[in-house]
């Protein structure tokens, strides 16, 4: 059965920095990423990472969050720096067999930043 599990979650001030983790099981997957939803709207793609580590973000993303995996553990991380109050959401992990096949969730981890 396919379990992902995120962590790291939390409340930071405007400038910080969090470290988001996802624990994956069930198998291996291609590719994995990070969506996020704020209250009121639609959830947008964060980035995402290939089994080769070939790695994409979304533009108001790029420079500041940084993906990476380990795939001997099955995990994928978001290192989120220079963090701004309009990044408060409800931060998902995703997995998927291909491409932009994200068909695995997790349940979501929250970041709250303060102004």
């Known amino acids: 059965q396919v379990q992902l599990v995120e962590s790291g979650g939390g409340l930071v001030q405007a400038g910080g920095s969090l470290r988001l983790s996802c624990a994956a099981s069930?198998?291996?997957?291609?590719?994995m990423g990070w969506f996020r939803q704020a209250p009121g709207k639609e959830r947008e793609f964060v980035a995402s990472?290939?089994?080769?580590?070939?790695?994409y973000y979304a533009a108001s993303m790029k420079g500041r969050f940084t993906i990476s995996r380990d795939n001997a553990k099955n995990t994928v991380a978001l290192q989120m720096d220079t963090l701004k109050p309009d990044d408060t959401a409800l931060y998902y992990c995703?997995?998927?067999?291909?491409?932009?096949?994200?068909?695995?969730w997790g349940q979501g981890t929250q970041v709250t930043v303060s102004s």
């Open positions: 069930g198998r291996t997957f291609a590719t």
């Open positions: 990472i290939t089994y080769s580590s070939r790695t």
């Open positions: 995703a997995a998927g067999p291909s491409g932009s096949d994200f068909r695995y």
